[in-house]
């Protein structure tokens, strides 16, 4: 019988919402017009090298509908940050016209093998005024 993983919020893994882009020429779907852009860094401010393996968003929208994305890795890849380092990157998400809120995780591994997780900022998708 396999055991359960134990994931701890990880001391000194440090994600940052470094900036979000409102982009109305990308593509995105009629019932959700909105769509932005958003960089994203993790910073790996603790004595051991970790490895990204998954991430989880949750975008509430203004009419109350939460849609969940999880999946492995982050844009395609599994980085590994060593202690110090960081990784950014860039993703975009459509909303509908009142814009949504944003939190979530990414899920990763130490190099010695405790599985942990850093804590997305909630941050918000609002249409320009």
Known sequence: MEMAKVIQEMEGLRVMVDDIIYMPNLDAPADKPHP???FISIHNESPVPVTIRGRKWVVRDAEG????VEGEGVVGQTPTIAPGEHFSYNSYHVVADGGAEVSGAFFGETAVGDWIFARIPDFRLELPQ
């Open 36 to 38: 932005f852009v958003y």
């Open 65 to 68: 509908d939460t849609t969940v």
